[in-house]
């Protein structure tokens, strides 16, 4: 539905969910600004080139088969997800000193693998393992809104009342949680995991996992920087929000005072900025009211990422590989499909929980990383690294803790002309490039609703 007048906006955030929400508002013809304080849009799922003149992740991402908002996103700007990814029909899991297994992951594209993985992989878990998990998962299958009780738990909470095979924690739900949100188990909603579960279950057919066919920069931001400056948005980077103007006059928002002492003014107001970077700059009256008292009060997570390069060939694996009792659950290696490198793989890891890890220095955690990836494939611990890059994410989304799913803001907030987008507000992809998609889109459609109410008529 096209919006009745045309107030103007300006988005606090060149991430995907600012970027997804002024792409709503640009194609229902309402005039935006873009500002994003670094070089380079995307955000945390940004892509950047480093001094050697190669790409660096901001960290290691996935494209769940399920992420439906997103795919629709890239062939809206002409870029076909299968022109942007590759996808993989399994997933492999190992273990420190351990047994190692591959899983198929759809029945439709890839059946015989997933049958015989799901029959076979017994050194790894076994059978009485298996089944112990249907219990475990089975709420997925009830909507999404009922899986919303399970936020009071923590997956180890529903693990004990449903499972107990410590195969099945620690090979399989622990990897898995801090691999896709950085939290142990022990302090992991249920309703998180259930959440995840729940998207595969009803679209079995995107039960796939995708990779991604060069930097996402160019593959995506930069295709979708230039779709939307020609329908007239304005792009501003290196432009950094420095206060968020409020009048207690009017109760509205007055304006967006950048870095440098610039005044932006304009008839709405869009934060697309991490909730952490938001909360700072909530302004003093509107701090002690419960809907933005609840932002203040959200736990984050931290994250590092590592990136390295090798002098051979450690593994052919294109997809993603699962390490069982480390805190380097998930690496993929990068050298043939996304970022090709001639002289052997590149691994891009991931090291979660990394609360213990923030203050030790970049040597150490190479050291690590490769200690506990050596120890489940041997092949990594043979080769040498001939180059990496740490990143270190203080705070990289927000921490799945129990309530704090169902305590996410909504996208309009009880200030008539401010809203939010982003991963971190209420939507059911939680932390994740579609759940960024999914906020940046609820935002837009917020606001041209408010339009067509007559708000800014």
Known sequence: MLPRSNPRVVIAGGGLAGLACAKLLADAGLPVTVLESQANLGGRAGTFLDQDGEWVEQGLHLFAGAYAQFRALLRDIGRPPREVLFWTDDLRFEAKSGPSATFGINPVYAPLRTLLGALGNNDYLG???????????????????????????????????????????????RPFCRAIQFTDAEQFSAYNLLGWAHQTLIRPLRARLGGYRGARDETIFAPLATYLQQRGVEIRTKVALDEIVYDEKTGKIAGFKLAGGELLEADVYVVALPAWVFAPKIPQPLRGRPFFADILDLPTAPAISVQLWFDRVVTRRDGFTMVAGSNCPVYQDHSRRTYPFAMGSRLSVIVSPADALMAWDEAAI???????????????????????????????????????????????????????????????????????VRGGNACARAIIEAVNRGVWT
């Open 366 to 436: 190479v050291e690590h990383v490769l200690a506990d990836l050596g120890a489940a494939h041997p092949q990594i611990a043979g080769a040498k690294v001939v180059k990496r890059v740490v990143l270190k994410h203080e705070h990289h989304l927000i921490r799945p803790l129990p309530g704090a799913m169902t305590r996410r803001p909504k996208q309009a907030t009880p200030v008539e002309n401010l809203f939010l987008a982003g991963d971190w507000t209420q939507q059911d992809f939680f932390g994740s490039q579609e759940g960024a």
């Open 127 to 173: 059978p009485l393992a298996k089944l112990s998990l249907l219990p475990l998962l089975a709420p997925a299958a009830l909507p999404e809104a009922l899986l919303r009780r399970f936020d009071r738990l923590t997956v180890v909470d529903w693990w004990r009342r449903t499972s107990r095979s410590r195969q099945a924690l620690e090979r399989v739900l």
